[in-house]
């Protein structure tokens, strides 16, 4: 079997693009992956098909030595090159999993477990007050969900001032309140305070029990977020714009973050994120992989929820989507309305295909993309930002 071509699709979801790839072999089988990031699609792209002759004419069934090769024929690129790398990586686990009839974390060494706790994203699309994120989050609720995460501090960048803090301090309180203690609520803090703010703002939120404070400070240097981690009354998760294993050994060096984030799309794929379990595991941490991608993304994430024994938890955003994201994708996970779980892929290779039909009706838009420094951001409408807006 010999890899024939790679076929990229750039999705818009409003408020975000999507690119899917297909890579095709010469016996009929293909496989698809994802690589999605905010605001760089039809650049990943690019590198896709930049990259494609390194993978075309080789076994996508040696799944590694195609994503060496991909990676490391050339001088690395950083973030885009390992997007498009993964995107490969995956479609071809994809390929291998379907050759056999198994699911990919079948060939992963089998479940760990049969369902994984998630939690709601991208759920906050209103105005900014606790009554308005309390209102929209009974949907949440509604849905199963028993954890969600969010970012209440509108355009705070660096430091925050009384007042937008204090009504950040309101709408937690108001959910805290409204759902009671069992509700998981996780911080989104995308990385906008100082070191010292992080842990300031971190103490006057201590008080209402928050599962984790994520990206707490810039993602310049990661040892900034172990000191961070040090001081905060808040458990620390981080991770996400990692595009190398060796930064997550900063982390294990720091010894105060126990929540790594590993997103698979940047790490250059399932193998990679593996081995970021694994560093986490030898050195007393869980894994809670970033996923704020599309469908295919999701599933990806989920095979890996299926057979990395440290696996704390799923982000998930795809019930708060366009609704006809929902036809994208053949296979989609459920909620279990009693614990909050999703359920895991059991079909072939990745469990779910593209319809392209679906695909094709929404092309790619240059205005899909998130800009958490726009007023009216929350309500992730791309850039086109409510009236009134600054």
Not at 339 to 362: A, F, I, K, M, Q
Request: hydrophobic share 40%.
């Amino acid at each position: 079997m010999k890899i024939t071509n790679i076929e990229t699709y750039a999705v818009s979801a409003g408020w975000k693009n999507w690119l899917f790839v297909k890579v095709c072999t010469d016996d009929g089988l293909y496989g698809i992956g994802e690589a999605t990031i905010n605001g760089f699609v039809k650049t990943t792209e690019a590198a896709v098909h930049e990259l494609a002759h390194f993978a075309v004419g080789q076994d996508p069934r040696n799944v590694n030595a195609v994503a060496k090769r991909v990676l490391e024929t050339i001088q690395d690129a950083g973030h885009i090159h390992r997007l498009a790398t993964a995107a490969i990586e995956v479609a071809c686990w994809d390929i291998l999993g379907k050759s056999l009839g198994a699911p990919i974390w079948q060939l992963l060494g089998g479940k760990q477990r049969e369902t994984v706790l998630g939690y709601a994203n991208g759920w906050y699309r209103t105005e900014r007050t606790p009554e308005a994120f309390v209102a929209i989050a009974e949907n949440v609720i509604a849905k199963g969900f028993k954890a969600l995460k969010l970012d209440p501090f509108g355009t705070a960048k660096d430091f925050i001032s009384h007042d937008d803090l204090e009504l950040s301090y309101d709408i937690l309180a108001a959910l805290r309140e409204r759902f009671g203690a069992e509700l998981k609520i996780l911080i989104d803090v995308h990385c906008r305070f100082t070191p010292s703010e992080s842990v300031r703002v971190a103490r006057r939120l201590a008080d209402l029990n928050l599962y984790w404070w994520e990206e707490p400070t810039s993602a310049e240097r990661e040892e900034m977020t172990n000191e961070v981690a040090m001081h905060s009354p808040i458990l620390v998760a981080t991770g996400e714009q990692f595009d190398k294993i060796g930064r997550f050994e900063t982390l294990a060096r720091g010894g105060y973050v126990s929540i790594w984030q590993p997103e698979p799309m940047s790490l250059g794929g399932i193998t990679n994120t593996i081995a970021v379990a694994n560093l986490a595991r030898a050195n007393g941490a869980w894994i809670a992989p970033h996923q704020s991608g599309g469908p295919v993304a999701t599933a990806t994430c989920l095979q890996l929820a299926a057979c990395v024994p440290n696996f704390l938890i799923q982000e998930h955003f795809d019930p708060f989507n366009e609704p006809w994201t929902r036809d994208l994708v053949t296979w989609r996970p459920t909620i279990d309305p009693a614990n909050g779980h999703l359920s895991l892929p059991t079909g072939p290779g990745l469990g779910c295909d593209l319809n392209l039909d679906v695909v094709r009706e929404h092309p790619y838009d240059p205005e899909s993309y998130l800009n958490t420094s726009v007023k009216g951001w929350e309500k992730r409408l791309g850039v086109r930002q409510p009236v009134g807006a600054s």
